[in-house]
């Protein structure tokens, strides 16, 4: 099982499915490879989170959110797909479905 699947599903859109928690180690990983990203030309990001699938690093939550800023012209530029409702509350809690679009996933 690979943990991290890249799915591009457009010449814009940068799809990452996530298996297993999202701690500091790994967060640097993906903020890696979502800057790569963007430098070839990528506007969209959607993290889709298995149910089993956390976020565990501050420094990826808001990394997630400068992203957003970063590419803010394109709307729901950044998107959590995930159906894990400690994932759902974190990100209430901090504020951040004001500025990342949430999708709860089935």
């Known amino acids: 099982m690979q943990d991290e699947l890249n799915t591009p599903s457009g010449a814009d859109m940068l ?3 996530i298996e297993s928690e999202i701690d500091r180690t790994k967060a640097e990983g993906l903020a890696a490879r979502i800057r790569a990203a963007v430098r070839n030309g990528k ?3 959607l ?3 298995s149910p089993e699938a956390s976020i565990t690093s501050a420094e990826f939550l808001g990394f997630l959110a400068a992203a957003q ?3 803010g ?3 729901d530029s950044v998107k959590i797909s995930t159906a894990n409702p400690v994932t759902i509350d974190l990100l209430r809690m901090t ?3 004001s500025l990342l679009a ?3 996933a089935e």
Do not use: H, Y
């Open 15 to 17: 799809i990452i499915e």
């Open 43 to 45: 506007k969209k990001i």
């Open 47 to 49: 993290l889709k989170l």
């Open 69 to 71: 800023t970063f590419l």
């Open 73 to 75: 012209e394109v709307a």
């Open 95 to 97: 504020c951040l479905e």
């Open 102 to 104: 949430i999708a709860e």
